[in-house]
């Protein structure tokens, strides 16, 4: 399975656009990774980048992908962070090693082999 075009149509009708990172993500950001600073720090699913300015702003390096180019050219306009648009079940552009990957659930929304294929290029 691949990016679903609903997705995008949600997107461009400004159903998806939270500009807030969630308290629980930020809650496990401190708790469990610490201090951002220089970590290189990847979100599969970025939607219009939400979590970008919370993750910059800490000293974090922040990449995000998303399916939807209309979620993505938003995201570029008014956040900081490096953003493309891409299947994340085949792909990752920014080829490099990261400290942390995100995913709220973005992975979750794939059959299995697409899950399977997301995780392996996690671990990657």
Same mark, same amino acid.
């Given at each position: 399975?691949?990016?679903? #075009? +609903?997705?995008?149509?949600? @997107? ?7 500009? &807030?990172?969630?308290?629980? %993500?930020? @809650? %496990? %950001?401190?708790? =469990?990774?610490? #201090? ?6 990847? +979100? ?17 390096? @922040? ?12 995201? &570029?306009?008014? $956040?900081?962070?490096? =953003? ?8 990752? #552009? ?14 979750? $929304? ?15």
């Amino acid at each position: 399975m691949t990016f679903s #075009p +609903e997705w995008n149509t949600a @997107y461009e009708n400004g159903q998806r656009r939270s500009w &807030k990172m969630s308290a629980d %993500l930020n @809650y %496990l %950001l401190d708790t =469990f990774i610490g #201090p951002l600073i220089g970590q290189r720090i990847l +979100e599969f699913g970025c939607g219009v980048g939400n979590n970008s300015d919370v993750i910059t702003g800490s000293g974090g390096i @922040y990449f995000g992908i998303d399916g939807s180019q209309s979620a993505i050219d938003e995201a &570029k306009f008014h $956040h900081l962070g490096e =953003f493309a648009c891409c299947d994340f079940t085949i792909s990752q #552009p920014f080829g490099d090693e990261f400290d942390v990957v995100i995913d709220r659930a973005a992975i979750a $929304h794939n059959d299995t082999a697409g899950i399977k294929r997301a995780i392996n290029l996690i671990w990657r």
